[in-house]
């Protein structure tokens, strides 16, 4: 693993920013606990109105802004350019693929019928629920809208403008999208997108600005020598955190003064949404200190930072199950102590680890596992939509 740099200056051996690997860990853990004390401790025992889980609450609506602006960031450094600058064909193949397959793994994980056969036969309150944008779907979609955009310009430092404009826009328009009823105009799958109205939990507005903040920053970051990047992350994502933060008063101030469409300000207000940019900010800056205490360990959160989709669906079908079977997030929701249910937490953080960690371990050493895994998948996927 290595030890701690002798220098003064602690810097990665290679370009990967594992300060940003550590932090969608940290998220990743902060997500898993989150979901699984939602789902299971009694309301009399959490009320998110009040101190202190209205704190709790809010750090816990830190996580898919934290894991957006990373994958943003991260998705910059991926990017191969070809000889014109643009994102190279073979990358942008790639980013294609995998946005597709998180959206389809986003509708499979509510697939509103037992078998295909059954989906004439379904009702509108059925379809609804299954359009409903959840975060996989919201980042296959963006995904799809930062290919776009790695296509349009040459340069990197062209690309971090375009993608810090494009947030902007999104945060504040907003609360004008959300004033619209976009039902009466698109169908629900495409509504579903752009409104909190039938359900969806991560529509394109805002939530989407917060990818494009982090292809923005990672834009600024991969102009910054690799040496420095990591004391750059230590020493100057707190200031910028602040600074945005002091924006984000006096917009909200402003933004007070003016006739804007009726909305909830932790949902669509654009300073709400500086305000959550500005804490990631902050937040870089306690993991980069927190790095250098975890230094030895840096391949190992590299290693959980890239399964974190994985990990994502793995503690969701643990929790809920699939819609094919249940799990206990169903039979015993909103019914347990906080004793349990912070037991239950840790144990699915533990079982989800682990197997991520050991599937990865089989398919590098068993011959053939990855074939092997997938096929299984394949045909039991099948089974279910088929039988």
């Not at 004390?37 to 009694?42: E, S």
């Not at 059954?118 to 959840?134: A, E, R, T």
Request: glycine share 6%.
């Amino acid at each position: 693993m290595g030890a701690t740099p002798q220098n003064s200056t602690f810097t990665s051996k290679s370009s990967r920013l594992f300060i940003l690997d550590l932090a969608r860990c940290i998220a990743m853990i902060m997500m898993v606990q989150g979901h699984t004390i939602d789902a299971l401790v009694h309301p009399q025992f959490l009320n998110t109105a009040e101190f202190p889980w209205n704190i709790w609450n809010f750090f816990r609506g830190l996580t898919a802004p934290i894991f957006l602006m990373v994958s943003g960031a991260v998705h910059v450094f991926a990017m191969k350019p070809d000889s014109t600058g643009r994102m190279g064909e073979e990358t942008m193949i790639r980013r294609i693929r995998w946005a597709l397959i998180l959206l389809s793994v986003g509708y499979l994980l509510v697939f509103p019928a037992n078998r295909i056969f059954d989906l004439p036969f379904l009702n509108y309150d059925s379809w609804k629920l299954f359009f409903q944008s959840n975060i996989l779907q919201l980042v296959g979609v963006s995904l799809l809208l930062v290919v776009w955009l790695c296509r349009s310009f040459y340069s990197v430092r062209s690309l971090g403008i375009a993608a810090l404009i494009i947030t902007i826009s999104i945060f504040m328009l907003t609360p004008f999208v959300h004033a619209i009823d976009w039902f009466q105009y698109l169908p629900e799958p495409v509504g579903a997108f752009l409104s909190y109205q039938h359900g969806s939990l991560f529509p394109i507005f805002p939530f989407a600005g917060f990818l494009f903040m982090g292809v923005s920053f990672g834009a600024y970051l991969k102009q910054v020598a690799p040496a420095e990047r990591d004391n750059f992350l230590l020493k100057k994502s707190a200031l910028i955190g602040l600074v945005i933060l002091a924006v984000a008063g006096v917009l909200a101030f402003v933004l007070g003064q003016l006739p804007l469409p009726n909305h909830e300000f932790m949902m669509s207000n654009p300073a709400f949404m500086l305000i959550r940019v500005g804490i990631i900010f902050i937040f870089f800056s306690f993991t980069a200190w927190f790095h250098k205490k975890l230094y030895r360990f840096r391949e190992l959160y590299a290693f959980l930072s890239a399964k974190s989709f994985h990990v994502y669906v793995l503690h969701l079908v643990i929790i809920y199950g699939t819609p094919w079977f249940s799990s206990f997030g169903r039979y015993y929701g909103k019914s347990q102590s906080l004793e349990v249910s912070a037991l239950a937490a840790l144990l699915i953080i533990a079982i989800t680890l682990t197997t991520i960690y050991l599937v990865d371990y089989l398919q590098k050493n068993v011959n053939r596992a990855p074939e092997i895994l997938r096929f299984s998948l394949g045909t039991m996927l099948a089974y279910a939509l088929l039988r």
